[in-house]
């Protein structure tokens, strides 16, 4: 069984900055691609970033091309997001997840059935 956990949000102020933190852990393959998502208050969960396990394929939703940077560490099993320049429209609980596939996490990432507990992260305007 996968673990996901996920850490660093909060309040900040609209135009602030936060980094998250997602460690995996448990049965996992043995090279996986890691993304972060996000779910707003009434809304359904979106795809926000995805990073192949070479680092070389970086994956963004539109809305945070240019604010947002994944990044990943793959001797800690941890994938980061740092965020910058945010904006109300940001608000949302915030989730990490993998897969074999960079482009599933993109794409599949509804019919995933395991999620961690997810860190809440609140931009006031």
């Known amino acids: 069984q996968v673990q996901l956990v996920e850490s660093g949000g909060g309040l900040v102020q609209a135009g602030g900055s936060l980094r998250l933190s997602c460690a995996v852990s448990g049965r996992t393959f043995s090279r996986y691609a890691m993304g972060w998502f996000r779910q707003a208050p009434g809304k359904e969960r979106e795809f926000v970033a995805a990073?192949?396990?070479?680092?070389?394929?970086?994956y963004y939703a539109d809305s945070v091309k240019g604010r947002f940077t994944i990044s990943s560490d793959n001797a800690k099993n941890t994938v980061y997001l740092q965020m910058n320049s945010l904006k109300a429209e940001d608000t949302a609980v915030y989730y990490c997840?993998?897969?074999?596939?960079?482009?599933?996490?993109?794409?599949?990432?509804?019919?995933?059935?395991?999620w961690g507990q997810g860190t809440l992260v609140t931009v006031s305007s």
């Open positions: 990073i192949s396990w070479s680092g070389e394929g970086l």
């Open positions: 997840n993998i897969d074999h596939n960079p482009d599933y996490l993109k794409t599949r990432y509804r019919a995933f059935e395991l």
